[in-house]
C-alpha cells in the first residue's frame, strides 16, 4: 500500500511541476511575477490541506476518545491513515525542493 501512495504522490509532484513550468502567453512584465504567486499559493493550499487532514483526525480520534456513538473506529482509523499520508507526501515535497534548491546553489555562475 505505501508503494502506490508513493507513486501517487510522485505522479502528483510530476503534474504540479509540468503545470508550473509550463509557458505563459501574451504574459507582460507586469504579470511575470504571477506564475510565482501561482506556486506559492499552490504550496500554501497543499499545506493547509495537510493541516485540515490532521485536524479533521485528531477530531475524530477525540470524539471517539469520548464516546461519541457517531464515531466509528474504522473512520478514525481511516481519517489517520489518510492524514499520514498526506503529511509523508509533503515531507518528500520538502524534501525534493531542498533538494533542488541544493542543486541550483551548487552550480557554477
Same mark, same amino acid.
Do not use: C, W
Given at each position: 500500500?505505501? +508503494?502506490?501512495?508513493?507513486?501517487?504522490?510522485?505522479?502528483?509532484?510530476? @503534474?504540479?511541476?509540468?503545470?508550473?513550468? @509550463?509557458?505563459?502567453?501574451?504574459?507582460?512584465? @507586469?504579470?511575470?511575477?504571477?506564475?510565482?504567486?501561482?506556486?506559492?499559493?499552490?504550496?500554501?493550499?497543499?499545506?493547509?490541506?495537510?493541516?485540515?487532514?490532521?485536524?479533521?483526525?485528531?477530531?475524530?480520534?477525540?470524539?471517539? +476518545?469520548?464516546?461519541?456513538?457517531?464515531?466509528?473506529?474504522?473512520?478514525?482509523?481511516?481519517?489517520?491513515?489518510?492524514?499520514?499520508?498526506?503529511?509523508?507526501?509533503?515531507?518528500?515535497?520538502?524534501?525534493?525542493?531542498?533538494? @533542488?534548491?541544493?542543486?541550483?546553489?551548487?552550480?557554477?555562475?
Amino acid at each position: 500500500m505505501n +508503494e502506490i501512495n508513493v507513486n501517487s504522490v510522485l505522479a502528483q509532484i510530476r @503534474a504540479l511541476s509540468a503545470q508550473a513550468s @509550463a509557458p505563459v502567453h501574451g504574459a507582460s512584465a @507586469a504579470s511575470a511575477a504571477a506564475p510565482a504567486d501561482g506556486f506559492g499559493s499552490l504550496l500554501k493550499d497543499s499545506i493547509d490541506r495537510v493541516n485540515g487532514a490532521q485536524g479533521d483526525a485528531a477530531r475524530q480520534q477525540r470524539a471517539f +476518545e469520548l464516546g461519541d456513538p457517531n464515531t466509528d473506529l474504522s473512520s478514525v482509523m481511516l481519517a489517520t491513515s489518510k492524514a499520514q499520508v498526506s503529511f509523508r507526501g509533503m515531507v518528500e515535497v520538502r524534501n525534493r525542493l531542498v533538494s @533542488a534548491y541544493q542543486e541550483i546553489m551548487n552550480m557554477p555562475v
